[in-house]
């Protein structure tokens, strides 16, 4: 059995202003996946100033935060958020949704699409490439606070978190942390440098979609259901029912812009 680290979850204190590791996750994901999408442009040529590209990143930042805290209030809490409408807006007592944020990144997608009449596959190809970069530090910041820890276990990976009981858990966050974080990256580079499949805009896309959706699947058999949601039919976690249409969605479009011819 492994010993929580009890990292402070509060990075920085500068006594009035306190920076925890949560925001910080959200600083580098952003700031490391920008630099990657700028350095991606240039080996791969693709014709997009440095300025579309900031405005792209503000827009999905925003989605980000939106998607992600009303998927969380919808997806997860609809019923106390419904009686307790101000705490909607106090993000920083935690809260947030991947597949909210999701939909929140395809709104910001669309809208920078719209508005520098750049097609809209050529962005979702870019930032699906550089999402597990956020995606794994968000996850260690979850681990770091001992939050959305795992399933109690006996295996020797156990974990005893501060607000998990006595009893050893998965350290889930870790899971995901490698699984859709590090693994997820390292097979989006790998797809990148195929050119069979970068030149099929939309392809990269479809894959992100559909290994978020498996990995996310699968390490939710790991991870605590939430207490007040609990599990639905065949057991699944609101997690695995939401990543259920990314499978399906991802798969049916892999398939669809794989098979589409390129246009020199």
């Known amino acids: 059995m492994f010993q929580f680290p009890n990292i402070n979850p ?7 202003i306190k920076i925890s590791w949560y925001a910080l996750s959200y600083v580098m994901g952003i700031l490391l996946s920008w630099y990657f999408i700028l350095k991606i442009i240039k080996v791969k040529k693709i014709d997009i100033c440095n300025k579309i590209i900031s405005d792209l ?4 930042m925003i989605g980000i935060i939106l998607g992600g805290r009303l998927g969380y209030v919808i997806f997860y809490n609809p019923e106390y958020y419904l009686n307790n409408l101000w705490d909607i807006l106090k993000i ?12 929140g990144v395809i709104l910001a ?9 750049i097609p809209i596959t050529i962005f979702s190809d870019l930032i699906s490439i550089v999402s597990p970069i956020g995606l ?8 770091i606070n001992g939050e959305l820890f795992g399933r109690v276990t006996n295996h020797h990976f156990g974990m005893v978190f501060p607000n998990g009981g006595s009893l050893p858990r998965h350290p889930s966050q870790l899971y995901e942390a490698i699984f859709e974080g590090l693994i997820l990256f390292l097979i989006m580079i790998l797809l990148m440098n195929r050119s ?6 939309g392809c990269l896309t479809a894959s992100f979609i559909f290994l978020y959706g498996i990995f996310r699947f699968s390490i939710e058999y790991f991870r605590e259901p939430d207490e007040h949601i609990g599990l639905f039919y065949f057991n ?18 892999i398939i669809i812009f794989f098979n589409k ?3 020199y």
């Open 261 to 263: 011819k390129i246009n």
């Open 236 to 253: 699944f976690s609101m997690g695995q029912i939401l990543s259920l249409p990314m499978i399906i969605c991802g798969l049916y479009f």
């Open 92 to 103: 920083w007592n935690g809260g947030m949704s991947f597949h909210g944020g999701l939909i």
């Open 136 to 143: 794994f530090f968000g996850r260690i910041a979850n681990f």
């Open 196 to 201: 069979d499949i970068f030149q099929k805009k």
């Open 10 to 16: 509060i990075a920085i204190d500068l006594g009035l």
């Open 109 to 117: 997608i669309i809208y920078s699409s719209k508005t520098s009449k």
């Open 57 to 60: 990143i503000s827009n999905c």
